[in-house]
């Protein structure tokens, strides 16, 4: 089993910026690649960036030049980086992993509780 704890959901201005925290516990070798999705009120779940083990980063094209994903694999740790929030930003954000890329961005394994992003405009 793997779990995942997010942190750092809170309210922003548009213009502003957050930084989402998720660290994840458990079976090692189930965390091979990370990612963030995200639910806003009545819309689907949507992927909004992940990280390969090796490195390689994914964006939505909604957020591209925005967010920037990390991870720390030493803590097995990943950080979503937020600048210039926009109002449609605003979501529930979800961390989740999985054991191959291709899982991750169908049907990721493990999700988080979620973290909520509010942005002010």
Known sequence: QVQLVESGGALAQAGGSLRLSCAASGSILSIANMGWYRQAP????????DITSGGSTNYADS???R??????????VVYLQMNSLKPEDTAVYYCVTASSINQLRAHPGFWG???????SS
């Open 113 to 119: 509780q979620g973290t909520q992003v509010t942005v």
């Open 67 to 76: 967010f920037t994903i990390s991870g720390d694999n030493t803590k097995n």
């Open 42 to 49: 009545g819309n689907q779940r949507e992927l909004v960036a």
């Open 63 to 65: 957020v591209k030049g």
